[in-house]
């Protein structure tokens, strides 16, 4: 008597299912056996620790010294100190030591390249602006990490920025900055690099920082002598060549005070000594 069809059919699928979970236990085993094999084997102890291209602030010997890895190290078992993305052969804990003691490291690539060597590979962040605080200077990049504290400000020719002081500094880590603060900056430089692309005289020179540290008074630093109050970030472009004006042909080289912007949009300048 034949067999029906959908037991045949039955009959196979179970028969398919047995040989792909054995095909899977054979795979599974033959790696485990392979990663043993390898962390007991001394082929595949760490000789080279190689880094690809080169970091514009730490030397290749850093970089090799921050990681934690040491040459003798066996290759398989550093897969495993601290499990990350070790299918790919990365090794998780000199990626993690690299990124926890280099602030400028953005990404990081540390590869177990089979037999001996490890090759690492970093990206590093570029320095956006510099923000003042309480008499304390904050490098950072454009995700508003800190880079430096103190950092020398002759040799960085980048946005200063005065802000509220964040609660917490630490390197490498983002800033806790209000979103609109930076925005604010960079939107009232854009507009003065607009300007001065537009004329010979420039004004963007004569800036010493743009102050947000105050949403409502937002303005800057000319000169250290001239602090503008620009009120808000509306009329920027009317704004700014008001006081390129003002500061050209109403200011005397040696007056010190204040210019302010009115709720009407007009600018009036306060001598310091209240002449």
Request: net charge positive; charged share 25%.
């Amino acid at each position: 008597m034949q067999e029906p069809s959908h037991k045949k059919h039955k009959s196979k699928k179970k028969s398919k299912r047995s040989f792909l979970w054995l095909k899977f236990l054979l795979i599974t085993l033959l790696l485990a056996t392979t990663l043993i094999y390898g962390a007991l084997s001394p082929f595949f102890n760490i000789k080279n620790i190689q880094v690809k291209g080169k970091a514009m602030h730490y030397d290749n010997q850093t970089l090799i010294s921050g990681s934690g890895i040491s040459q003798g190290v066996n290759g398989f078992r550093l897969l495993f100190d601290n499990p990350g993305k070790f299918y790919f052969l990365r090794v998780g804990s000199a990626e993690s030591a690299i990124l926890e003691s280099y602030p400028y490291i953005k990404n990081v690539k540390a590869r177990f390249v089979l037999p001996s060597t490890v090759s690492i590979e970093v990206k590093e962040r570029e320095a956006a602006a510099i923000l003042i605080t309480d008499g304390t200077s904050l490098l950072i990049d454009t995700e508003e990490v800190l880079l430096e504290e103190d950092p020398d400000m002759k040799k960085l020719h980048l946005p200063v920025i005065k802000v509220k002081k964040p609660e917490v500094l630490k390197l490498g880590k983002k800033l806790d900055l209000h979103e609109s603060q930076l925005s604010a900056a960079y939107k009232i430089y854009d507009a003065i690099k607009e300007i001065d692309s537009q004329n010979q005289d420039k004004l963007l020179p004569s800036i010493d920082f743009v102050d947000v540290s105050d949403p409502d008074n937002i303005g800057f630093s000319l000169q250290s002598r001239v602090i503008v109050n620009l009120r808000g970030s509306d009329d920027l472009v009317y704004k700014l060549n008001a006081v390129k004006t003002v500061f050209a042909k109403n200011i005397k080289k040696d007056d010190r005070g204040r210019l302010d912007f009115t709720s009407d949009g007009n600018s009036v300048f306060t001598p310091e000594n209240g002449g």
